[in-house]
């Protein structure tokens, strides 16, 4: 039988010299959420476990600038309970507070989230939606960052190679301008990942009255979280109406029709696209509350 060895750099330097010893069947372990059931599953033997748990220093959120700067190893419920989150990340802070239950916000991290790569996981949808960037740190400590959507290249499937740790995420704050929301349908309330999501960030001028800068995410359509630049377009500069409203639950609807074509579920998430794209657009609060004319 073979056998894994356990690390657990506390400090940059020994993570990078941890990072040097990688192989492809070398893991990262964050809170463990994901990887300890992959783990079990036959041929998915590790040679090391990297634990990231004894990292302070890559569990933060701090103002740098225009920008917001999100440590790794953050966990879901500290994003849910931080203050520049809550001003600035909105739509962070309501996708980490419908994460799983308390028990596994309190250990899963933002990072194991997104180099999981589930087309599920809820962080992704906000961070894509916040147009973030990540770091990552690789053996020979050399740091890079690239976009998030150059990151995540499908189901399971990221850019990230061996030995590649995300160190960090950043995206610019957003101001009193802009408003945020998250929004999602599952299985069930509580515990349960996502069937579709939505991230919205738009600016809201409330003297032009009009939008700008309209970024949808959407999370659990395809085979990983998305930005749809059509229907960006087809909101920008709009008013903030029913009408508006009426295009975005369309678009994700059409959004979800292209994803997944004659597959057995495509009835349900086209419905339940337009009732989750009304209950983002409004938690926006830019107008009064609007209802889908369910045909
Ligand atoms: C009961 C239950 C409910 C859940 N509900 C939800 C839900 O509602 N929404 C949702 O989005 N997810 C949900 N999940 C999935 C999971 O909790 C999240 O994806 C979580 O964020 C994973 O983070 P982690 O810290 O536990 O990662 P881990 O499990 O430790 O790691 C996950 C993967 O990422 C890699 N990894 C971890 N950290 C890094 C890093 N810094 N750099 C590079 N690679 C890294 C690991 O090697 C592994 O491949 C649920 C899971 C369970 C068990």
Redesign the pocket.
């Known amino acids: 039988m073979s056998t894994t060895d356990v690390v657990a750099p506390a400090t940059t330097d020994e993570l990078v010299a941890a990072l040097a010893r990688a192989t492809p069947m070398t ?12 783990i079990r599953r036959p041929g998915r033997q590790t040679d090391l476990l990297i634990d ?1 748990s004894h990292m302070p220093a ?1 569990s933060y959120v701090r103002h740098d600038g225009d920008m917001l700067r999100v440590g ?2 953050t ?2 419920t500290e994003l849910q309970a931080d203050p520049l989150v809550h001003e600035h990340a909105f739509c962070l802070e309501r996708a980490a507070s ?4 308390a028990q ?1 916000r309190n ?7 997104v ?2 790569a ?1 087309p ?5 949808t906000a961070l894509v939606a916040l147009s973030a960037e990540v770091t ?1 740190l690789d053996g020979s400590g050399h740091r890079a960052t690239r976009p998030l959507r150059d990151v995540l290249l499908g189901s399971g499937r990221t850019a ?1 190679t061996d030995g ?4 960090e995420f950043a995206f610019a704050a957003l101001g009193n301008e802009h408003r945020s929301a998250f929004a ?1 349908i ?1 299985w069930r309330t509580a ?4 069937r579709l999501s939505m991230a919205l960030v738009v600016r809201f001028d409330p003297v032009a009255e009009v939008l700008s800068e309209v970024r949808v995410g959407l999370g659990a359509v395809g085979e990983t979280a998305f930005r749809d630049a059509v229907l960006e377009g087809l909101l920008e500069g709009r008013p903030a109406d029913e009408e508006s409203a009426r295009i975005l639950a369309e678009g994700c609807a059409d959004a979800v029709r292209r994803s997944i074509p004659g597959r057995y579920s495509l009835p349900y998430k086209e419905r339940a696209a337009v009732g989750l794209a009304y209950d983002a657009w409004n938690a926006l609060r830019i107008c009064p509350p609007c209802e889908p004319a369910w045909g």
Do not use: P
């Open positions: 893991r990262l372990l964050a809170g463990g959420t994901d990887l300890v059931n992959d990231l890559l790794a190893m966990t879901f419908q994460v799983g239950s596994i250990v899963a991290t933002i990072g194991g989230n180099a999981n589930s599920c996981a809820d962080g992704a990552t990230l590649e740790a995300i160190v999602k599952g515990v349960s990942v996502a």
